[in-house]
C-alpha cells in the first residue's frame, strides 16, 4: 500500500518530541537499495552541513568584518527576514500559477492568524537576533560553546512549563555540557578573546531556541500545521517589529553613512545570507525525514565540531588543551544526551501498557 509523504508538520513534531516516525517512512526506507538510501542520506547529510557552515561563517563576515565595518546587526537579521518572507510569497505565487510542479501551500496574509502567531514571533525574534548578536562578537570557534546550553534550558523548561521530569542520566549529560561551558568561558578569558556581552548573548540565544520550541508546538495549529504557513508569518511579524527597533537603534542613520550602500557585492552578500537563512529551514526537515531526529541531533553535534575546527584553520588560530577539551566536553555531552533520550524513548515503546499486561494475563 503506497503512504502518503510526510508532512512538514509531522516533521517539526518529531524534531520537538525526539519520537521516530510512525508513518511507515522506515519502511518504505527499506525498500530501497541500500546503496541508494546510503547515496540519499549523504546528499542530504552533506547538503545540511554546507548550508548550515555556510550561513554562519558568512553571517559573521556580514556582522564583524574590518572590511565592511558595518555597525547595523538589527538591520542584517531584519534583511534576512524580508528575504524569506519574499521566497515564500514568491513559491506560493509559482505553485499556485503551475500547479503540480512544485508542493508549496497557499500563502495569504490573515491579520487574525498574525495575531495568535505574534508571541512565537516575539521569542523567535530574540532567537535570530541573540545568535546574530552572538556571532558578532564572538568568534566562529568559540560560537558553538557560547550557545552550548540550549540542551540545558530544554530540560529546565521541560520541568518549570511542562512539568516533565528528566532522567539521573539525562542530567548528568546537562552536568557536562555545563562543565564544558564554564571551562570554555574560561579559556577563552585565559587566552584574552573573551567577551562577555557576546557570551551572555549566546545563553541568551539558546533560552530563546528552547522556547522557540515549545512555542511552536502551541502555535502550530493556527497555521493548519503548515511550517512554511508559520515561516512566513513569523517573517511578516519580525520585519514589522524591527522596523521601530531600527529608528529606536539608530540603525536607519548609520546605514546612510555607510561607504558601501551602494555596492552590489554588498547587497549580493546580504542576499545571500537570506537565502541561506530560508534554505536552513528546508534542509533541516530534509535531513530529519531522510535520518531521523535523533540522527539529526548526532548530525548537528558532528557539523558543529567540524565548524569548530574550520574557524580555527580559517582563521589562523591557536588554541590550548584545555579550550578543546572544553568543546569536546560540550559536543559529547549533547551526544550523549541525544544517546540518552534515545534509549528512553525506545524503552518505553518496548514496554507494553497495563491494559496489554492485563489482556495477556487473561488470555484474551
Not at 546510503?38 to 555556510?54: C, F, K, P
Not at 555596492?263 to 528546508?282: C, D, E, N, P, Q
Request: charged share 15%; glycine share 8%; proline share 4%.
Amino acid at each position: 500500500m503506497n503512504r502518503a509523504p510526510l508532512k512538514r508538520s509531522r516533521i517539526l513534531h518529531m524534531a520537538l518530541m525526539g519520537a521516530s516516525d510512525p508513518s511507515g517512512e522506515a519502511e518504505a526506507n527499506k525498500e530501497k537499495p541500500f546503496l541508494l538510501r546510503a547515496l540519499q542520506i549523504t546528499l542530504v547529510v552533506s547538503l545540511y552541513w554546507a548550508t548550515s557552515i555556510s550561513m554562519v561563517f558568512l553571517n559573521k563576515y556580514l556582522l564583524d568584518s574590518p572590511s565592511l565595518q558595518l555597525d547595523t546587526p538589527i538591520f542584517v537579521t531584519f534583511y534576512q527576514c524580508l528575504v524569506t518572507t519574499l521566497l515564500c510569497k514568491s513559491l506560493s505565487t509559482l505553485a499556485a500559477l503551475c500547479p503540480g510542479t512544485m508542493d508549496f501551500p497557499s500563502l495569504r496574509l490573515d491579520l487574525r492568524v498574525a495575531r495568535s502567531v505574534l508571541p512565537l514571533s516575539v521569542v523567535f525574534i530574540g532567537m535570530i537576533t541573540f545568535n546574530n548578536l552572538c556571532l558578532k562578537y564572538v568568534g566562529v570557534a568559540f560560537y558553538n560553546v557560547g550557545r552550548s546550553l540550549t540542551t540545558v534550558f530544554n530540560v529546565l523548561l521541560s520541568y518549570l512549563l511542562l512539568k516533565q521530569t528528566t532522567s539521573f542520566y539525562a542530567l548528568l549529560t546537562c552536568g557536562i555540557i555545563i562543565g564544558g561551558f564554564w571551562l570554555g568561558v574560561d579559556q577563552e578569558g585565559a587566552e584574552g578573546t573573551l567577551s562577555w556581552t557576546g557570551t551572555l548573548f549566546g545563553v541568551l540565544a539558546s533560552l530563546c531556541v528552547s522556547l522557540n520550541a515549545i512555542y511552536t508546538k502551541k502555535v502550530l495549529p493556527a497555521v493548519d500545521g503548515s511550517v512554511w504557513r508559520l515561516t512566513f508569518y513569523n517573517n511578516v511579524n519580525a520585519c514589522a517589529l524591527f522596523l521601530p527597533l531600527l529608528l529606536l537603534l539608530g540603525e536607519l542613520q548609520a546605514l546612510r553613512g555607510f561607504s558601501q550602500l551602494g555596492s552590489a557585492h554588498f547587497w549580493g552578500m546580504m542576499t545571500l545570507s537570506g537565502l541561506f537563512g530560508f534554505a536552513i529551514g528546508y534542509v533541516t526537515g530534509l535531513q530529519i525525514k531522510f535520518t531521523s531526529p535523533l540522527t539529526h541531533n548526532v548530525s548537528g553535534t558532528a557539523k558543529a565540531c567540524a565548524q569548530t575546527v574550520l574557524a580555527v584553520l580559517y582563521y589562523e588560530e591557536t588554541k590550548s588543551f584545555l579550550w578543546w577539551t572544553s568543546n569536546m566536553m560540550v559536543l559529547g555531552g549533547s551526544s550523549a544526551y541525544t544517546w540518552v533520550r534515545g534509549w528512553e524513548m525506545k524503552k518505553i515503546q518496548e514496554e507494553p501498557s497495563p491494559k496489554e499486561d492485563e489482556k495477556s494475563s487473561m488470555g484474551v
